[in-house]
């Protein structure tokens, strides 16, 4: 605590100068916990660590204004987003369905995906829902409370590939791309191809979208695309050569914030940049996006398999035994993939109003091998997310406001 101490005494002196590029703050914090982040620190280059902290400023409207330091984020610079994609794919989505305006047309209505191309699969029923049927508002549900593959595909085969990654562009994530499904090995051709979709209102059919297809190839310059010295191919066998990300999904952490502030801080945008969501659609990402799995009832999940902190990485780290704080709410979404942990997330402390957006990377693959389901998230990456998260939770501990924030829209979804 001294050491937080005496660079919070810093810190008026270090604001001027600090901006999204600049290490040297984020830097210095770490370096003041060698027992937590000397590993780290010491070989940057295998951990491939990129982080971005935003201060949280509200003024006398309680209108947010954001500050911003670095360590090591620079978009060129290739990591595996694995399932941070699927928060974009939430919001684009619900507006779809605001922008079709369609008579009997929600995010309840019911969703059935059928098939058109190779390998595609159909979807007529879904257990975990309570009526047992499939829609958008609870494929939602299950990406945001453990980021569930299929529900993700079944967003990504609605939207269209082409729509996912235009909206980016035009929400600001100029670095990214979004080109296949997740963990169905979807790549080349078949990623092009999205399933038709139909969708069923009082069991009357109220839109039918056919299947599409998306010839564009979304060429971005990144650096370090290939990696490690081999990888393990689908027959289980290794390959000595590195692994190519080639053609894999892309999503900077800058683009991840920029994303998180137009979700939460709508009000902080011009209203003609702000998603096209209605009061409703905000309400069920905020209340699924931070609700802990064993406190939803449809899905129902088993808690030694989903945990209350198992999509919790900054600041619990994943910790099974972690006792949950009832004055804390983390409003995220997180991925874990071949070796790399991210979280993207708001933290908020309703007893202390505090609150604080924090996006991290780091990755562990020390034998250098992809696909051997050999990396160190136990010992490396879920300790370094819940150190730094901690680190950052204190440091606003102690940080001074000139205007205390309003919480309220975010505390009435617990």
């Known amino acids: 605590m001294m050491r937080i101490f005496l660079l919070l005494c810093m810190l008026p002196a270090m604001l001027p100068a600090q901006n999204k590029t600049d290490k040297r703050f984020l830097e210095k914090l770490m370096k003041a916990h060698p027992d937590e982040f000397g590993g780290i620190l010491s070989r940057p280059g295998n951990n491939e660590v990129q982080i971005l902290y935003t201060q949280i400023n509200r003024d006398s409207r309680n209108v947010p204004h954001f500050k911003s330091f670095g360590y090591h984020p620079d978009p060129s610079w290739y990591f595996y987003p694995a399932s941070t994609v699927k928060l974009p794919a939430v919001i684009f989505a619900l507006e779809k369905i605001n922008r079709l305006k369609i008579p009997g047309l929600s995010r309840t ?9 190779a390998r595609q699969t159909r979807v007529n029923v879904d257990s975990t829902a309570a009526n047992g049927l499939p829609s958008i508002e609870h494929y939602i549900k299950k990406i945001l409370l453990t980021s569930d593959n299929d529900a993700f595909n079944r967003l990504f085969e609605f939207i269209g590939r082409a729509e996912i990654n235009e909206k980016l562009r035009q929400n600001g994530a100029v670095h990214s791309r ?11 051709e078949s990623a092009r191809h999205t399933n038709p979709v139909s969708f069923y209102t009082g069991g009357k059919l109220v839109y039918r979208q056919e299947a599409q297809y998306d010839a564009t190839d979304y060429p971005l310059k990144l650096q370090n695309l290939s990696r490690g010295t081999g990888y393990m191919d689908a027959n289980d066998k290794l390959v000595n050569e590195p692994y190519s990300f080639a053609d894999k999904n892309v999503y900077p952490i800058q683009d991840q914030q920029q994303v998180m502030k137009k979700l939460l801080f709508p009000e902080a945008f011009p209203g ?11 309400e069920l990402i905020y209340r699924y996006m931070s609700m802990y799995p064993t406190e939803s009832d449809f899905p129902k999940y088993d808690p030694k ?3 209350p902190t198992y999509a919790k990485m900054l600041y619990y780290g994943r910790d099974k035994n972690a006792l949950t704080d009832p004055n804390l709410r983390i409003f995220n979404k997180y991925g874990d993939s071949y070796g790399y942990v ?3 997330a708001y933290i908020v402390d309703f007893k202390n109003k505090i609150e604080f957006l924090l ?7 020390e034998d250098g091998i992809y696909n051997d389901n050999k990396y160190e998230y136990e010992t490396v990456c879920y300790p370094f997310m819940k150190n730094i998260g901690q680190l950052i939770y204190q440091l606003e501990l102690e940080r001074k406001r000139k205007h205390i924030p309003g ?8």
Not at 178 to 188: F, T, W
Not at 359 to 365: E, G, I, L, R
């Open 342 to 344: 991210i979280d993207n």
């Open 272 to 282: 003609k940049e702000r998603f096209n969501l209605t009061a409703g659609d905000y």
């Open 407 to 414: 919480l309220d829209k975010f505390s009435s979804v617990r």
């Open 178 to 188: 979004i080109l296949n499904r997740l963990a169905i090995g979807d790549a080349g």
């Open 305 to 307: 398999a989903f945990w």
């Open 109 to 117: 209505s019911v969703m059935i995906t059928d098939s058109a191309f």
């Open 359 to 365: 996006t991290v990377v780091v990755q562990s693959n």
